[in-house]
């Protein structure tokens, strides 16, 4: 029969229930047998009911691969996390233990800084290919002075020396703030929405898998990469959401897009009402 591995959520071939050894990764999967009684879990303290749903505890959930990274290598947990991050959310979510909130986050901040510095080193080097050419261009247009030449191949090639070494260097902290934040967004949205029954650690758990999704921006089609990236984390965020806050998909959908949707709305009010009012002017 076919068995899945509760912890590196592989399959294997077995032919008896049990306590056994998962093939992949070495740990003790207990395989219940068909009508078997369930195990009841230990009252919660005080006598009161555990807080979930039905009044029945979850049994622990295994941890992410990535949270193994000790035992895995960091290069092989990372590649198993996305796989099961970005390719399976309903499962990965549904399973994935929501108290390992650094692993999330390291996980997260790793995947940001190498999309960021790939797209980085995209653009120094199509900055240096069309510096030749801009300045031919330059040389042309006697009216435009030596500052404004400067301003102008300093954009073009993306910035000086020192710009793009901070960038590099600043990477890990602009993905630290920027998950951190956008976990807060969407927690404020499912607090409203009343979608967060398993706190904080859950949505953040969340932003940080669902980070794998951004790696795609490392390809060498920035402007198509991050558009793709971006559909596609907003996917994955709704999907995790869902299962890992057990809450509905409409709940969860609404929590991902919505603060998107309203950042859109602002982005173009302002350009909107200075447009029309220089016109309603002229």
Not at 21 to 32: I, S
Not at 106 to 120: D, I, K, Y
Not at 143 to 150: D, L, N, R, T
Request: glycine share 10%.
């Amino acid at each position: 029969m076919l068995a899945r591995c509760a912890h590196c959520q592989k399959t294997f071939e077995t032919d008896h229930f049990g306590v056994q050894g998962c093939p992949h990764c070495g740990q003790q999967v207990h395989l219940a047998e068909p009508g078997a009684p369930a195990p009841q879990p230990p009252p919660a303290a005080g006598g009161a009911p555990p807080p979930w749903e039905g009044g029945r505890a979850e049994p622990e959930a295994p941890p992410a691969p990535f949270a193994r990274r000790r035992e895995l290598g960091f290069l092989r947990s990372w590649l198993d996390t996305w796989k099961l991050a970005a390719l399976q959310p309903a499962e990965f979510f549904r399973a994935v233990r929501i108290s390992d909130t650094g692993s999330a986050l390291l996980f997260g901040v790793a995947t940001l800084t190498v999309s960021s510095w790939f797209q980085t080193f995209y653009t120094a080097l199509m900055g240096a290919a069309t510096r030749g050419m801009v300045e031919q261009m330059l040389r042309q247009l006697p009216q435009a002075g030596e500052y404004q030449s400067a301003w102008v191949l300093r954009f073009v090639s993306g910035g000086s020396a020192l710009a793009i070494v901070a960038r590099l260097a600043g990477a890990p902290l602009l993905a630290l703030a920027g998950l951190l934040i956008s976990a807060g967004v969407f927690h404020v949205v499912l607090l409203a929405l009343r979608g967060a029954p398993r706190g904080f650690d859950a949505t953040l758990t969340v932003v940080g898998y669902a980070s794998a999704a951004h790696i795609i921006g490392a390809a060498p089609v920035p402007l198509l990469a991050n558009l793709v990236g971006f559909v596609w984390y907003l996917a994955v965020v709704a999907i995790g959401l869902a299962q890992a806050q057990r809450i509905s998909s409409g709940k969860a959908w609404t929590a991902a897009v919505l603060p998107f949707g309203l950042f859109c709305l602002c982005c173009c009010g302002g350009v909107a009402v200075p447009l029309i009012a220089a016109l309603g002017r002229h």
